[in-house]
């Protein structure tokens, strides 16, 4: 079985990239503005950090997050709803 954090990196990772998003960590004093295309890893919310946090032009457009293939989609809506704005 594949565990989550692999799942990120060999699908996640590169599907993203193929989709022209640049995959960067988050950091603290990370300014978005300065962000284009940037799916920021790890990214902080009110509940926790989301997975990936898509940013272009400086505004967050979209969250990514990750589950391990076993995971059906419909177990996760939870989780998605508190990382959604």
Sequence with gaps: ??????TRKQRIDRRLTTAGWTV?????G???????????SEYPTANGPA????????????IVEAKKVSVA???VL????????
């Excluded at 079985?1 to 692999?6: G, I």
């Excluded at 960067?24 to 603290?28: E, F, L, Q, R, S």
Aim: net charge negative; proline share 7%; charged share 20%.
């Design 30 to 40: 990370t300014d978005l503005d300065a962000l284009s295309r940037c799916a920021v």
């Design 73 to 75: 989609a419909g177990n």
């Design 1 to 6: 079985m594949e565990p989550e954090w692999l």
């Design 51 to 62: 997975d990936y946090a898509l940013v272009d032009g400086g505004l967050v457009v979209g």
């Design 24 to 28: 960067c960590a988050w950091a603290p």
């Design 78 to 85: 939870t989780q998605a709803g508190r990382c959604a704005p």
